[in-house]
Protein backbone atom coordinates (compact mmCIF):
# COMPACT_ATOMS: atom_id res chain seq x y z
CA UNK A 1 0.00 0.00 0.00
CA UNK A 2 3.03 2.38 1.20
CA UNK A 3 4.41 1.88 -2.63
CA UNK A 4 1.17 2.27 -4.69
CA UNK A 5 0.27 5.36 -2.52
CA UNK A 6 3.46 6.90 -3.31
CA UNK A 7 2.93 6.47 -7.66
CA UNK A 8 -0.49 7.57 -7.14
CA UNK A 9 0.61 11.32 -5.47
CA UNK A 10 4.13 11.69 -6.58
CA UNK A 11 3.29 10.70 -10.77
CA UNK A 12 0.41 13.64 -11.04
CA UNK A 13 2.30 15.81 -9.17
CA UNK A 14 5.08 15.10 -11.46
CA UNK A 15 3.28 15.90 -13.88
CA UNK A 16 1.65 19.20 -12.61
CA UNK A 17 5.07 20.84 -12.04
CA UNK A 18 6.53 20.11 -15.37
CA UNK A 19 2.84 21.70 -16.79
CA UNK A 20 3.08 24.30 -14.25
CA UNK A 21 6.97 25.19 -15.98
CA UNK A 22 6.20 25.54 -19.00
CA UNK A 23 3.19 27.76 -18.23
CA UNK A 24 4.95 30.33 -16.22
CA UNK A 25 7.29 30.37 -19.02
CA UNK A 26 5.78 30.85 -22.04
CA UNK A 27 3.06 33.72 -20.78
CA UNK A 28 3.43 36.70 -22.90
CA UNK A 29 4.80 38.70 -20.14
CA UNK A 30 7.59 41.25 -20.07
CA UNK A 31 8.99 39.75 -16.79
CA UNK A 32 9.35 36.41 -19.20
CA UNK A 33 12.11 37.84 -20.64
CA UNK A 34 13.02 34.92 -23.23
CA UNK A 35 9.81 34.06 -24.05
CA UNK A 36 8.31 37.59 -24.17
CA UNK A 37 11.64 38.49 -26.39
CA UNK A 38 11.02 35.65 -29.15
CA UNK A 39 7.23 37.03 -29.26
CA UNK A 40 8.04 40.58 -29.34
CA UNK A 41 10.62 40.82 -31.73
CA UNK A 42 11.06 37.25 -33.28
CA UNK A 43 14.64 36.07 -33.89
CA UNK A 44 14.11 33.63 -36.62
CA UNK A 45 15.53 34.88 -39.74
CA UNK A 46 12.69 34.98 -42.24
CA UNK A 47 13.45 35.24 -46.05
CA UNK A 48 10.72 35.62 -48.64
CA UNK A 49 11.48 33.90 -52.16
CA UNK A 50 9.65 35.08 -55.11
CA UNK A 51 9.53 33.31 -58.16
CA UNK A 52 7.25 35.00 -61.27
CA UNK A 53 5.95 32.45 -64.22
CA UNK A 54 7.25 34.56 -67.68
CA UNK A 55 5.19 33.75 -70.22
CA UNK A 56 7.04 32.89 -73.38
CA UNK A 57 4.41 32.79 -75.61
CA UNK A 58 2.02 36.64 -75.40
CA UNK A 59 0.92 36.55 -79.41
CA UNK A 60 0.31 32.80 -79.64
CA UNK A 61 -1.49 33.10 -76.06
CA UNK A 62 -3.54 35.99 -77.01
CA UNK A 63 -4.57 33.96 -80.04
CA UNK A 64 -6.03 31.06 -78.20
CA UNK A 65 -3.15 28.89 -77.62
CA UNK A 66 -2.54 27.17 -74.44
CA UNK A 67 0.02 29.34 -72.51
CA UNK A 68 3.89 28.29 -72.02
CA UNK A 69 5.58 29.43 -68.80
CA UNK A 70 9.08 29.51 -67.38
CA UNK A 71 9.45 29.67 -63.90
CA UNK A 72 12.24 32.51 -62.70
CA UNK A 73 13.72 33.16 -59.76
CA UNK A 74 13.98 32.91 -56.42
CA UNK A 75 14.16 37.22 -55.82
CA UNK A 76 15.04 36.85 -52.41
CA UNK A 77 14.27 39.04 -49.53
CA UNK A 78 14.85 39.42 -46.08
CA UNK A 79 11.32 39.73 -44.13
CA UNK A 80 11.88 42.08 -41.07
CA UNK A 81 8.38 41.60 -38.55
CA UNK A 82 8.58 44.10 -35.36
CA UNK A 83 5.86 44.39 -33.01
CA UNK A 84 4.43 47.90 -31.88
CA UNK A 85 2.22 49.76 -30.35
CA UNK A 86 1.83 46.56 -27.34
CA UNK A 87 -1.11 47.50 -25.15
CA UNK A 88 -1.88 44.65 -21.99
CA UNK A 89 -5.56 44.61 -21.13
CA UNK A 90 -7.54 43.73 -17.63
CA UNK A 91 -8.43 40.43 -19.30
CA UNK A 92 -5.34 39.03 -19.99
CA UNK A 93 -4.91 40.14 -23.96
CA UNK A 94 -2.62 42.28 -25.61
CA UNK A 95 -2.98 44.57 -28.85
CA UNK A 96 -0.31 45.00 -31.06
CA UNK A 97 0.45 46.39 -34.75
CA UNK A 98 3.10 43.95 -36.63
CA UNK A 99 5.02 46.07 -39.04
CA UNK A 100 6.92 44.09 -42.07
CA UNK A 101 9.54 45.52 -44.44
CA UNK A 102 11.16 43.53 -47.45
CA UNK A 103 15.18 44.29 -48.62
CA UNK A 104 16.35 42.60 -51.39
CA UNK A 105 19.24 39.65 -51.04
CA UNK A 106 21.35 39.25 -54.67
CA UNK A 107 23.43 36.58 -52.71
CA UNK A 108 20.56 34.55 -52.09
CA UNK A 109 19.07 35.49 -55.43
CA UNK A 110 18.72 33.85 -58.91
CA UNK A 111 18.90 36.87 -60.69
CA UNK A 112 18.40 40.64 -59.59
CA UNK A 113 15.34 43.11 -59.41
CA UNK A 114 16.17 44.64 -62.77
CA UNK A 115 15.24 41.17 -64.66
CA UNK A 116 12.23 41.75 -67.47
CA UNK A 117 9.59 38.89 -67.12
CA UNK A 118 5.77 38.87 -68.79
CA UNK A 119 3.20 38.46 -66.88
CA UNK A 120 -0.62 39.24 -67.41
CA UNK A 121 -1.51 42.62 -66.87
CA UNK A 122 -3.91 42.20 -63.69
CA UNK A 123 -5.60 45.79 -64.70
CA UNK A 124 -7.02 44.64 -67.77
CA UNK A 125 -7.58 41.10 -67.77
CA UNK A 126 -8.79 41.19 -64.60
CA UNK A 127 -11.51 44.12 -65.45
CA UNK A 128 -12.24 42.51 -68.16
CA UNK A 129 -13.79 39.44 -66.31
CA UNK A 130 -15.54 41.43 -63.82
CA UNK A 131 -17.14 43.44 -66.76
CA UNK A 132 -18.26 40.80 -68.54
CA UNK A 133 -21.87 40.84 -67.10
CA UNK A 134 -21.72 44.61 -68.15
CA UNK A 135 -23.75 45.97 -70.92
CA UNK A 136 -22.01 45.75 -74.16
CA UNK A 137 -21.74 49.50 -74.30
CA UNK A 138 -19.79 49.58 -71.14
CA UNK A 139 -17.31 47.17 -72.18
CA UNK A 140 -16.64 49.44 -75.24
CA UNK A 141 -15.91 52.26 -73.08
CA UNK A 142 -13.21 50.61 -70.61
CA UNK A 143 -11.55 49.11 -74.07
CA UNK A 144 -11.49 52.65 -75.26
CA UNK A 145 -10.57 53.50 -72.09
CA UNK A 146 -7.55 51.15 -71.75
CA UNK A 147 -6.00 51.86 -75.38
CA UNK A 148 -6.45 55.84 -74.00
CA UNK A 149 -3.73 54.55 -71.10
CA UNK A 150 -1.53 52.39 -73.79
CA UNK A 151 -2.40 49.10 -71.47
CA UNK A 152 -1.83 46.17 -73.30
CA UNK A 153 -3.18 42.55 -71.95
CA UNK A 154 0.27 41.88 -70.61
CA UNK A 155 3.11 43.71 -68.88
CA UNK A 156 6.83 43.22 -69.71
CA UNK A 157 8.63 45.11 -66.62
CA UNK A 158 11.50 44.47 -63.98
CA UNK A 159 11.34 42.11 -61.15
CA UNK A 160 11.18 44.91 -58.75
CA UNK A 161 8.38 47.63 -60.59
CA UNK A 162 6.19 44.37 -60.61
CA UNK A 163 6.93 43.70 -56.81
CA UNK A 164 6.95 47.00 -55.43
CA UNK A 165 4.84 49.28 -57.79
CA UNK A 166 5.09 51.22 -60.84
CA UNK A 167 4.17 54.38 -62.26
CA UNK A 168 0.71 54.01 -64.24
CA UNK A 169 -1.27 56.78 -65.83
CA UNK A 170 -4.50 54.41 -65.70
CA UNK A 171 -3.57 53.78 -62.03
CA UNK A 172 -3.56 57.43 -61.53
CA UNK A 173 -6.67 57.93 -63.22
CA UNK A 174 -8.54 55.22 -61.21
CA UNK A 175 -7.43 56.80 -58.13
CA UNK A 176 -8.67 60.04 -58.67
CA UNK A 177 -11.63 59.40 -60.04
CA UNK A 178 -12.58 56.37 -58.65
CA UNK A 179 -10.70 56.32 -54.65
CA UNK A 180 -10.70 52.74 -52.89
CA UNK A 181 -11.36 50.77 -56.42
CA UNK A 182 -6.94 49.85 -56.08
CA UNK A 183 -5.81 48.61 -53.32
CA UNK A 184 -2.84 51.21 -52.82
CA UNK A 185 -3.14 54.69 -54.05
CA UNK A 186 0.24 54.92 -55.03
CA UNK A 187 2.13 52.38 -57.73
CA UNK A 188 0.65 50.11 -58.48
CA UNK A 189 2.30 46.37 -57.86
CA UNK A 190 1.57 42.92 -56.37
CA UNK A 191 3.35 43.75 -53.29
CA UNK A 192 3.00 46.92 -53.08
CA UNK A 193 0.73 47.33 -50.09
CA UNK A 194 2.75 45.13 -48.00
CA UNK A 195 5.92 46.83 -47.88
CA UNK A 196 6.71 49.08 -44.92
CA UNK A 197 3.33 48.03 -43.75
CA UNK A 198 1.11 46.51 -40.83
CA UNK A 199 -1.01 43.30 -40.94
CA UNK A 200 -4.43 45.10 -38.60
CA UNK A 201 -4.86 45.51 -34.80
CA UNK A 202 -4.39 41.73 -33.34
CA UNK A 203 -5.71 41.50 -29.85
CA UNK A 204 -4.52 38.00 -28.60
CA UNK A 205 -4.87 35.97 -24.95
CA UNK A 206 -1.54 36.39 -23.46
CA UNK A 207 -2.14 32.77 -21.68
CA UNK A 208 -1.40 34.22 -17.95
CA UNK A 209 -5.21 33.14 -16.95
CA UNK A 210 -5.33 29.82 -19.28
CA UNK A 211 -2.44 28.48 -20.66
CA UNK A 212 -4.81 26.92 -23.52
CA UNK A 213 -5.93 30.11 -24.93
CA UNK A 214 -2.13 31.39 -25.30
CA UNK A 215 -1.45 33.36 -28.46
CA UNK A 216 -5.34 32.54 -29.52
CA UNK A 217 -6.80 35.57 -31.77
CA UNK A 218 -9.76 37.62 -29.22
CA UNK A 219 -9.72 40.28 -32.39
CA UNK A 220 -8.55 41.66 -35.13
CA UNK A 221 -8.98 45.33 -36.34
CA UNK A 222 -11.58 45.06 -33.26
CA UNK A 223 -13.52 42.61 -35.46
CA UNK A 224 -14.56 39.01 -33.36
CA UNK A 225 -15.68 37.67 -37.11
CA UNK A 226 -14.99 38.39 -40.94
CA UNK A 227 -17.77 39.94 -43.37
CA UNK A 228 -16.06 38.86 -46.90
CA UNK A 229 -17.58 35.44 -46.68
CA UNK A 230 -21.38 33.67 -46.91
CA UNK A 231 -21.75 31.59 -43.72
CA UNK A 232 -20.55 32.62 -40.30
CA UNK A 233 -18.72 29.37 -40.26
CA UNK A 234 -15.99 30.59 -42.91
CA UNK A 235 -16.19 34.05 -41.70
CA UNK A 236 -15.06 33.23 -37.99
CA UNK A 237 -11.21 34.50 -36.87
CA UNK A 238 -9.83 30.77 -35.60
CA UNK A 239 -6.84 30.51 -34.21
CA UNK A 240 -3.61 32.36 -33.77
CA UNK A 241 -2.08 35.03 -35.25
CA UNK A 242 0.37 32.15 -37.22
CA UNK A 243 3.29 32.79 -35.38
CA UNK A 244 3.30 30.31 -32.12
CA UNK A 245 0.38 27.87 -30.70
CA UNK A 246 -0.69 26.95 -27.51
CA UNK A 247 1.58 24.46 -25.55
CA UNK A 248 1.17 20.44 -25.21
CA UNK A 249 -0.12 19.18 -29.08
CA UNK A 250 -0.67 15.97 -29.72
CA UNK A 251 -0.80 14.14 -33.19
CA UNK A 252 -4.69 14.98 -33.46
CA UNK A 253 -3.80 19.07 -32.29
CA UNK A 254 -4.46 21.13 -35.34
CA UNK A 255 -2.72 24.66 -36.21
CA UNK A 256 -5.87 27.15 -36.94
CA UNK A 257 -4.67 30.38 -37.73
CA UNK A 258 -6.17 33.60 -39.27
CA UNK A 259 -4.18 35.21 -42.25
CA UNK A 260 -5.14 39.07 -43.19
CA UNK A 261 -3.42 38.13 -46.14
CA UNK A 262 -5.47 35.29 -47.64
CA UNK A 263 -8.84 37.18 -45.83
CA UNK A 264 -9.71 34.04 -43.81
CA UNK A 265 -8.30 31.47 -40.96
CA UNK A 266 -7.04 28.45 -42.55
CA UNK A 267 -5.83 25.37 -40.45
CA UNK A 268 -3.01 22.79 -40.84
CA UNK A 269 -3.02 19.04 -39.62
CA UNK A 270 -0.25 16.59 -38.24
CA UNK A 271 1.61 14.66 -40.72
CA UNK A 272 4.57 13.29 -38.69
CA UNK A 273 7.43 13.44 -36.58
CA UNK A 274 10.52 14.81 -36.37
CA UNK A 275 14.02 16.06 -34.98
CA UNK A 276 16.01 19.09 -35.44
CA UNK A 277 19.41 19.92 -33.86
CA UNK A 278 18.08 17.45 -30.80
CA UNK A 279 14.42 19.03 -30.49
CA UNK A 280 11.58 16.52 -31.36
CA UNK A 281 9.22 18.42 -34.09
CA UNK A 282 5.88 17.57 -35.28
CA UNK A 283 5.12 18.57 -38.73
CA UNK A 284 2.07 19.99 -39.91
CA UNK A 285 0.66 20.55 -43.49
CA UNK A 286 -2.14 21.75 -45.94
CA UNK A 287 -4.77 19.03 -45.78
CA UNK A 288 -6.56 18.90 -49.36
CA UNK A 289 -9.25 20.06 -47.78
CA UNK A 290 -8.04 23.81 -47.58
CA UNK A 291 -8.53 24.91 -50.76
CA UNK A 292 -11.03 22.34 -51.92
CA UNK A 293 -14.04 23.43 -53.28
CA UNK A 294 -17.83 23.50 -52.03
CA UNK A 295 -18.60 20.20 -53.92
CA UNK A 296 -15.44 17.52 -52.60
CA UNK A 297 -16.14 19.86 -49.10
CA UNK A 298 -19.52 21.26 -48.01
CA UNK A 299 -17.61 23.45 -45.17
CA UNK A 300 -16.14 25.50 -48.31
CA UNK A 301 -19.51 26.38 -49.92
CA UNK A 302 -19.24 29.51 -48.08
CA UNK A 303 -16.03 30.75 -50.07
CA UNK A 304 -17.66 30.23 -53.46
CA UNK A 305 -17.85 31.02 -55.71
CA UNK A 306 -15.62 28.25 -56.34
CA UNK A 307 -13.74 26.99 -59.09
CA UNK A 308 -11.77 24.10 -59.17
CA UNK A 309 -10.40 22.34 -56.05
CA UNK A 310 -7.00 23.60 -55.07
CA UNK A 311 -8.18 26.93 -56.08
CA UNK A 312 -9.38 29.69 -53.18
CA UNK A 313 -11.04 32.48 -54.20
CA UNK A 314 -10.06 35.62 -52.52
CA UNK A 315 -12.02 38.23 -54.90
CA UNK A 316 -14.05 39.41 -51.97
CA UNK A 317 -10.94 40.73 -50.72
CA UNK A 318 -8.14 40.47 -53.23
CA UNK A 319 -9.11 39.81 -57.48
CA UNK A 320 -7.13 36.75 -57.68
CA UNK A 321 -7.49 33.00 -56.60
CA UNK A 322 -4.70 32.01 -54.37
CA UNK A 323 -3.44 28.04 -54.62
CA UNK A 324 -0.49 25.96 -53.77
CA UNK A 325 2.43 26.57 -56.38
CA UNK A 326 2.26 24.85 -59.59
CA UNK A 327 -1.28 23.83 -58.43
CA UNK A 328 0.29 21.46 -55.86
CA UNK A 329 -2.84 19.36 -54.30
CA UNK A 330 -5.27 20.94 -56.41
CA UNK A 331 -7.33 19.39 -59.19
CA UNK A 332 -5.37 17.68 -62.00
CA UNK A 333 -7.16 19.65 -64.78
CA UNK A 334 -6.14 22.70 -63.70
CA UNK A 335 -1.99 21.17 -65.30
CA UNK A 336 -4.01 20.76 -68.92
CA UNK A 337 -4.44 24.67 -69.33
CA UNK A 338 -0.74 26.07 -68.82
CA UNK A 339 2.02 24.30 -69.87
CA UNK A 340 5.54 24.57 -67.60
CA UNK A 341 4.17 23.22 -64.28
CA UNK A 342 5.65 20.17 -61.95
CA UNK A 343 3.97 20.22 -58.66
CA UNK A 344 5.74 18.28 -56.09
CA UNK A 345 5.50 18.31 -52.45
CA UNK A 346 9.36 18.91 -51.56
CA UNK A 347 9.06 21.88 -53.58
CA UNK A 348 5.76 23.16 -53.20
CA UNK A 349 3.95 21.93 -50.24
CA UNK A 350 3.85 24.03 -46.93
CA UNK A 351 4.56 23.16 -43.42
CA UNK A 352 5.23 24.50 -40.56
CA UNK A 353 7.81 22.27 -38.20
CA UNK A 354 6.53 22.65 -34.08
CA UNK A 355 8.01 22.10 -30.55
CA UNK A 356 4.60 20.08 -29.49
CA UNK A 357 5.53 20.99 -25.77
CA UNK A 358 5.97 24.49 -25.96
CA UNK A 359 3.85 25.48 -29.50
CA UNK A 360 6.69 26.86 -30.93
CA UNK A 361 7.88 27.01 -34.40
CA UNK A 362 10.99 25.98 -35.27
CA UNK A 363 11.15 25.50 -38.98
CA UNK A 364 8.45 27.11 -41.23
CA UNK A 365 7.56 27.23 -44.84
CA UNK A 366 4.68 28.76 -46.08
CA UNK A 367 4.40 28.77 -49.82
CA UNK A 368 1.61 30.36 -52.07
CA UNK A 369 0.79 31.16 -54.91
CA UNK A 370 -1.29 34.26 -56.41
CA UNK A 371 -3.66 33.29 -59.99
CA UNK A 372 -5.46 35.30 -62.31
CA UNK A 373 -8.74 34.17 -63.90
CA UNK A 374 -9.15 35.05 -67.03
CA UNK A 375 -11.10 34.54 -70.40
CA UNK A 376 -12.56 36.35 -73.88
CA UNK A 377 -14.19 39.16 -73.47
CA UNK A 378 -16.60 40.11 -76.02
CA UNK A 379 -16.01 44.05 -76.62
CA UNK A 380 -12.70 44.49 -75.06
CA UNK A 381 -10.84 43.83 -77.45
CA UNK A 382 -7.56 43.85 -75.04
CA UNK A 383 -8.80 40.10 -73.97
CA UNK A 384 -8.06 38.98 -77.63
CA UNK A 385 -9.48 35.29 -78.17
CA UNK A 386 -8.03 33.99 -74.50
CA UNK A 387 -9.05 30.51 -73.50
CA UNK A 388 -10.99 30.39 -70.27
CA UNK A 389 -7.91 29.70 -67.74
CA UNK A 390 -6.68 30.26 -64.45
CA UNK A 391 -3.44 31.70 -64.81
CA UNK A 392 -0.02 31.52 -62.07
CA UNK A 393 1.61 34.58 -62.12
CA UNK A 394 3.88 34.27 -59.36
CA UNK A 395 4.35 31.88 -56.23
CA UNK A 396 6.46 32.78 -52.66
CA UNK A 397 8.06 31.20 -50.21
CA UNK A 398 7.76 32.60 -46.66
CA UNK A 399 10.42 30.43 -44.78
CA UNK A 400 12.11 30.83 -41.18
CA UNK A 401 13.70 28.55 -39.21
CA UNK A 402 15.62 28.51 -35.59
CA UNK A 403 19.75 28.25 -35.77
CA UNK A 404 22.61 29.49 -33.47
CA UNK A 405 22.52 30.78 -30.47
CA UNK A 406 18.75 31.27 -29.78
CA UNK A 407 18.38 27.58 -31.12
CA UNK A 408 21.08 26.31 -28.13
CA UNK A 409 19.01 28.97 -25.85
CA UNK A 410 15.85 27.30 -26.90
CA UNK A 411 16.97 23.89 -26.50
CA UNK A 412 18.32 24.48 -22.91
CA UNK A 413 15.80 26.39 -21.10
CA UNK A 414 12.57 24.70 -22.75
CA UNK A 415 13.77 21.22 -23.86
CA UNK A 416 16.73 20.01 -21.39
CA UNK A 417 15.68 21.90 -18.20
CA UNK A 418 12.76 20.15 -18.60
CA UNK A 419 14.54 16.50 -19.24
CA UNK A 420 16.43 17.31 -15.70
CA UNK A 421 13.51 18.12 -14.04
CA UNK A 422 11.69 14.83 -15.38
CA UNK A 423 14.94 12.95 -14.47
CA UNK A 424 15.52 14.24 -10.66
CA UNK A 425 11.33 13.87 -10.11
CA UNK A 426 12.20 10.09 -11.15
CA UNK A 427 15.40 9.58 -9.61
CA UNK A 428 13.44 11.22 -6.12
CA UNK A 429 10.95 8.58 -7.05
CA UNK A 430 13.31 6.01 -6.77
CA UNK A 431 14.66 7.03 -3.92
CA UNK A 432 11.63 7.06 -2.67
CA UNK A 433 10.31 3.70 -3.34
CA UNK A 434 13.93 2.64 -2.09
CA UNK A 435 13.00 4.03 1.21
CA UNK A 436 9.73 2.23 1.08
CA UNK A 437 10.83 -0.77 0.16
CA UNK A 438 13.71 -0.70 2.28
CA UNK A 439 11.09 0.24 5.34
CA UNK A 440 9.69 -2.96 4.73
CA UNK A 441 12.27 -4.99 4.57
CA UNK A 442 13.59 -3.76 7.84
CA UNK A 443 9.85 -4.24 9.31
CA UNK A 444 9.07 -7.67 7.86
CA UNK A 445 12.95 -8.62 8.97
CA UNK A 446 12.31 -7.57 12.54
CA UNK A 447 9.31 -9.80 12.72
CA UNK A 448 11.21 -12.35 11.32
CA UNK A 449 14.30 -12.11 14.34
CA UNK A 450 11.20 -11.79 16.58
CA UNK A 451 10.05 -15.15 15.46
CA UNK A 452 13.02 -16.74 15.30
CA UNK A 453 14.00 -15.75 19.15
CA UNK A 454 10.40 -16.92 20.06
CA UNK A 455 11.02 -20.61 18.57
CA UNK A 456 14.81 -20.64 20.13
CA UNK A 457 13.68 -19.97 23.81
CA UNK A 458 10.82 -22.58 23.46
Same mark, same amino acid.
Given at each position: ? @?????????? =????????????? &???????????????????? $?? #??????????? $????????????????????????????????????????????? #???????? !? /??????????? %?????????????????????????????????????????????????? #????????????????????? #???? &?? !???????? +????????????? &?? %?? +??????? *?????????????? =? =???? +???????????????????????????????????????????????? =? &????? *??????????????????????????? *?????????????????????????????? %????????? /????? +???????? @???????????????????????????????????????????????????????????????????????????
Amino acid at each position: M @GVETLLNTFL =PHCIICLSSFFSQ &NLVIDPENELSYTMWKDIPV $PF #FMSVYFFNILN $PTEFLAGEIPMVEQRGPYVYRKRLQKQNITFHPNHTVSYLEYRSY #FFEPSMSV !G /NESDVVTIPNM %LVLGAAVMMDNMPHAVRLLLSATFKSFKEGPFLSKSVGELMWGYDSKLVD #FLNKWFPGMLPSTGKFGLFSE #FNNS &NT !GMFTVHTG +KDDIRLIHKVNSW &NG %LT +KLIYWKT *PQCNMINGTAGQMW =P =PFMT +KESTLPFYSPDACRSLELVYQREGIMKGIPLYRFVAPKTMFANGSDYA =P &NEGFC *PCRQSGLLNVSSCRSMFISQPHFYNAD *PVLLDYVQGLQPTEDEHGLFIDIHPETGVP %LNVSIRLQL /NLYMK +KVSGITET @GKISEVVMPMIWFEENGYMDGAIVKTFHTNLVLLPMVMVYMQYCFLGLGLATVLGAVLLHYSGKVRSLQHLVSAR
